[in-house]
């Protein structure tokens, strides 16, 4: 059976709640099937070009799915995977730059500007009474931050071809550069990645806070900090600030943006007595510290060797891993199970009956 858009959202539907729950089941249907074809694209099993039709599709009817109702009207599933596709698409297509589904270079500035804000609000809100930070973060002063080496930038672009060849793409492209300023980096992506991780359990009974999720996340602030000194060049202790600026603060305490979002991604880390979760101050301190090379070994060989040991690919497979999890978090879209024959729950005559109420 084929669901035709077109006859589901043709404006028939006088009833408000009818003309919403269609419209959820089209955008619904929308973003699963995009989802996926953006991680199979990834995977190098989908055609770039058939993705961004997906994509394109998407962006062509949100501006009116969003006109028509309110954001607390919109079911909260819809919200995750909405949520769920522009994490995926960012951090899939980061290596090509592709036109659609990444974000513009004012868009990518402004979010690298949030992302320092963070990140120095974090670090205010983390200090003692006495205004010291805590002991692990000592480690952002390490001389092999802060008296770094001169760049080999001939090493850089090496490894800049080498991982372009290892997701077979072609070597560098005439109008993007994979570790160049226009390019998005996992550093870009960790903000996504955090609130994507805290709005799948906000509301619910499920808990992300366990080991599994923990040494994800921490193990994507290790990857993205190397990425940022090996393959962006940066220099200095701000990609360590800005990558591990991650725990539970006391939102009461001011001045801090007390957002949704903020919120939602605090309450990820929430321990007893309004401290971060013990084990995730354990497992986060323990990636700062493997980062700082032992004493006589440079740091770009320490962090070559690192890279070794989990590879980006490595992170990558764990990332689709846990995005295909996200996905099936709720039900296949309805109109995924009507082209299927039935809906969940229903007899096959329900499923009838119900197709003809929203006049498919």
Not at 131 to 157: K, M, R, T
Request: glycine residues 6%; proline residues 5%; negative net charge.
């Amino acid at each position: 059976m084929a669901i035709t858009m077109a006859s589901l959202s043709d404006g028939k539907h006088a009833d408000p709640e009818l003309a919403l729950a269609v419209d959820e089941m089209i955008l619904d249907y929308q973003l699963y099937v995009t989802i996926t074809k953006v991680i199979e694209e990834f995977e190098g099993r989908r055609d770039g070009e058939d993705v961004d039709l997906s994509l394109q599709l998407v962006d062509s009817f949100l501006p009116d799915f969003k006109a028509r109702y309110k954001a607390e009207q919109c079911s909260s599933h819809i919200k995750l995977r909405l949520q769920l596709l522009q994490f995926a698409t960012v951090f899939m297509r980061r290596y090509e730059g592709r036109e659609i589904g990444t974000p513009s270079p004012a868009a990518l500035q402004k979010l690298r500007s949030t992302r320092r804000h963070h990140a120095d609000s974090w670090m205010d809100r983390a200090k003692a009474a006495d205004g010291s930070l805590p002991a692990h973060f000592d480690l952002f002063s390490h001389s092999v931050f802060n008296s770094p080496a001169p760049i080999d930038f001939d090493l850089v672009q090496n490894r800049q071809r080498e991982a372009l060849i290892a997701r077979g793409l072609p070597e560098q492209q005439a109008d993007f550069h994979y570790g160049g300023d226009a390019c998005v980096s996992l550093l870009d992506t960790l903000p996504s990645f955090m609130a994507l991780s805290a709005s799948a359990v906000h509301g619910t009974d499920l808990s992300i806070g366990v080991s599994l999720w923990m040494n994800l996340a921490a193990e994507y602030i290790s990857k993205a900090v190397i990425e940022q000194y090996q393959v962006f060049a940066s220099q200095g202790p701000q990609p360590l600030k800005e990558a591990f600026a991650w725990g539970y603060i006391d939102l009461r305490q001011e001045p801090w943006d007390r957002d949704e979002e903020t919120v939602k991604i605090n309450e990820l880390f929430y321990g007893d007595g309004k401290k971060s979760i013990p084990e995730w101050e354990r497992i986060r301190d323990s990636h700062l510290q493997a980062l700082i090379p032992p004493h006589g070994v440079p740091l770009d060989r320490h962090l070559d060797e690192l890279s070794e040991w989990f590879t980006v690919a490595d992170l990558e497979g764990d990332i689709i891993g846990f995005l295909r999890g996200l996905l099936t978090l709720h039900p296949k879209p309805i109109l995924m199970q009507l082209e299927e024959g039935q809906l969940d729950e229903m007899t096959v005559e329900e499923t009838e009956a119900f197709k003809k109420t929203v006049g498919i």
